[in-house]
């Protein structure tokens, strides 16, 4: 409908510019308008002091007549109105719906940002838990490795210090051992060499009892 109005208004618009440039067709096409005009602006030009030759001179190409003007300002005025009444309201409803629909995908662009640095956020949060979980699960190891560490630290320390006593009861047992046999064998190397010098032979137990209680008081001296 809209549509219809406006194209009787080009329509219209262009019936007043044609009309008004056809007078000014008609009077060039007329064969005494514009030489009755000439000649009346020349009989003034004389009567005004002028020459002839101001007379003769060629109209301007350029510059439209007066009617012309006047019709054309008239044309384009109503054109304008025409324009402005039923063109302006398709034109301003259409770059509403054009501003309407650009706002609409801003506001779309916006919500898929929004949702975006939701998603962001989201995957930043979960980043840090997972390396705060990384770095906790890395120091309970470095924690069970040091605990590990210091049990193998003291089981080692305990049994290097039971293998250093056993070694000890095993080291003063052969001591003992062999200081018995070394005090059996003097003792009786003593009585055989005692016998000979004496030449007497006296009991066994009481020279083994004799040698020992000196060998013993020999120990204590050292």
């Known amino acids: 409908m809209r549509f219809r109005k406006l194209a009787a208004g080009v329509l219209l618009a262009g019936a ?3 009309g008004g440039f056809a007078p000014a067709g008609a009077e060039e096409t007329d064969g005494t308008g514009p030489k009755d005009h000439a000649a009346e602006e020349c009989i003034h030009i004389l009567e005004g002091g002028g020459t002839a030759e101001e007379c003769h001179e060629a109209p301007n190409p350029i510059l439209p007549a007066t009617n012309e003007l006047v019709f054309g300002a008239l044309s384009f005025a109503i054109l304008f109105g025409l324009m402005y009444k039923f063109a302006y309201p398709a034109v301003a409803k259409g770059m509403q719906a054009r501003t309407d629909r650009i706002r609409e995908n801003l506001d779309d662009a916006e ?4 949702e975006a640095q939701t998603i962001l956020e989201e995957y930043q949060r979960q980043l840090a838990d997972a390396r705060n979980e990384s770095n906790r699960i890395i120091e309970e190891a470095r924690q069970t490795a040091d605990q590990l560490r210091r049990d193998l630290m003291q089981r080692a320390e305990a049994e290097v210090a039971e ?3 056993r070694t000890q009861d095993d080291i003063n ?6 200081m018995g046999e070394l005090r059996e064998q003097v003792a009786g190397l003593a ?3 005692a016998e000979k010098v004496v030449e007497a032979n006296l009991d066994r137990d009481t020279n083994i009892a004799l040698i020992e209680r000196y060998i013993e008081q020999v120990g204590s001296q050292r």
């Open 173 to 178: 047992a052969a001591r003992d051992r062999t």
């Open 16 to 18: 007043f510019v044609l």
């Open 163 to 165: 293998l250093k006593q």
């Open 111 to 114: 919500r898929v940002k929004t």
């Open 191 to 193: 009585i055989e060499l």
